[in-house]
């Protein structure tokens, strides 16, 4: 079946440093990739997505590019801020899968001033 | 536009009790989504409703119900609580069943003792 692996955090890192957040998938078929963003006490919200392959996804200075080669849709932002602490979550939706959404775990990120 | 609300904010039961989750939005959207969110394993689907009068079973349905009493509300209900379930609970809607991007509410933090 389906299924979304994301490394595991939390990830610790002082403002204005570079993220990477990886994720990997297994999918039947051709699924759109997501990126979600959980802020503290808040809901999911998408932060971006990409539906096909090559397609690069962002949003915020955020950044995530779907690798059909190696199932991979990490996340990255070159210079992060305070205000990124949050718990952020890959995602995968196919048709195969009956258009339902697949999360991975989530990774929570820290951001020190 | 509230978006998706979902009330209570924060419940304790005691294990054998009832309760049911409210969920709303006002979206229009037709699709409506019960997850449940545990440490280490990402969300999970309890039950989905495509369109208003329909309802399935996701991944994880055993000891829930749920009804979709029109197209705005979307309800799960716990009919003997156990400690297991103890968990936050996210509502969420897409416009139809295939649409890619869903919203989410704030959830519902339960405790079961």
């Known amino acids: 079946g389906n299924s979304v692996t994301q490394m595991e955090g939390p990830v610790t890192l002082s403002e204005e440093a570079f993220l990477t957040i990886n994720c990997t998938y297994t999918?039947?078929?051709?699924?759109?990739l997501f990126w979600y963003v959980q802020y503290p006490g808040e809901g999911l919200q998408l932060l971006l997505k990409?539906?096909?392959?090559?397609d690069k996804g962002s949003n915020k200075g955020f950044e995530a590019t779907y690798r059909k080669e190696t199932t991979s849709f990490h996340l990255e932002k070159g210079s992060v801020q305070v205000s990124d602490s949050a718990v952020y979550f890959c995602?995968?939706?196919?048709?195969?899968?009956?258009?339902?959404?697949?999360f991975g775990a989530g990774t929570r990120l820290f951001v020190k001033a | 536009n509230a978006g998706v609300t979902q009330t209570p904010k924060f419940q304790v039961l005691k294990t054998g009790q009832s309760m049911t989750l409210q969920c709303a939005q006002d979206m229009n959207h037709n699709s409506m989504y019960w997850y449940r969110q545990d440490p280490g394993m990402g969300l999970r689907l309890i039950y989905y409703s495509a369109s208003e009068g329909t309802t399935d079973k996701g991944e994880v349905p055993n000891g829930y119900n749920v009804s979709r009493l029109n197209k705005r509300e979307f309800s799960l209900r716990l009919e003997s609580a156990a400690p297991s379930q103890t968990s936050v609970y996210f509502c969420?809607?897409?416009?139809?069943?295939?649409?890619?991007?869903?919203?989410f509410g704030p959830g519902t933090r339960l405790l079961v003792l």
């Open positions: 969420a809607s897409t416009q139809v069943r295939t649409q890619e991007t869903q919203y």
């Open positions: 995602a995968l939706r196919s048709g195969t899968g009956g258009f339902k959404t697949i």
């Open positions: 999918a039947t078929g051709y699924p759109s």
């Open positions: 990409a539906t096909k392959a090559d």
